[in-house]
């Protein structure tokens, strides 16, 4: 293995163990330290690859919201018409959330109060706005630009929101039924 290689995979161990330590136990769980010890690297080690353990929440985020990123877009890319894109899309948001929520814990809760988590979720929110901009402007379903931008705006948020709201339990447990009100509020009839 090369030695760009075994630095590689001693980040892949450190982001690990990171998301690990931080999706049980907040931020207060993750030290140069704790990490270290979860990864079963030398502090060293941790150097090579973050400044600190800013830089490396900020990687946490990154790799779970590109996890995020690509199964949503794949779900989507499937769909046949704009109902079906939406449902999946939203589906496979609060799906991804559930299977593990550690991972909806780093993007949708923990990124309200962390300031580096914060930071990526807005270009993350920024980044979702323009997907549903392309879409919007590709299916050339809406001609007022302020009502594009309005909805596109709206949409990224109100995501985040129904995201973190279906974390903490507050909206049942039938995500069908979830996934169903949130398409009928967002399509226009």
């Not at 589906?91 to 580096?116: H, M, Q, W, Y």
């Not at 169903?180 to 509020?185: F, G, N, S, Y």
Request: glycine letters at 6%.
């Amino acid at each position: 293995m090369s030695p760009a290689d075994r630095q590689a995979e001693r980040r892949t161990l450190l982001i690990r163990a990171a998301f690990a330590l931080f999706g049980d136990g907040g931020e207060a769980a993750v030290s140069v330290r704790s990490v270290c010890r979860a990864a079963e690297l030398n502090t060293r080690y941790f150097y090579e690859s973050f400044a600190d353990t800013d830089a490396l929440l900020g990687a946490v985020y990154d790799e779970v919201a590109l996890e995020l990123g690509g199964i949503v877009t794949a779900v989507m890319a499937s769909a046949r018409d704009e109902p079906t894109r939406l449902r999946a899309g939203i589906r496979a948001v609060l799906d991804f959330s559930s299977v593990d929520p550690r991972r909806g814990k780093i993007l949708f809760t923990e990124a309200r109060t962390n300031p580096v988590l914060a930071a990526r979720r807005t270009i993350a929110q920024d980044h979702v706005r323009e997907l549903v901009l392309d879409e919007q402007r590709r299916t050339a379903r809406e001609s007022d630009r302020v009502a594009t931008e309005v909805g596109a705006a709206m949409y990224a948020g109100a995501m985040a929101e129904l995201a973190r709201q279906w974390l903490a339990g507050s909206l049942g447990d039938d995500v069908d039924a979830v996934v169903t009100h949130a398409v009928r509020l967002l399509l226009p009839r």
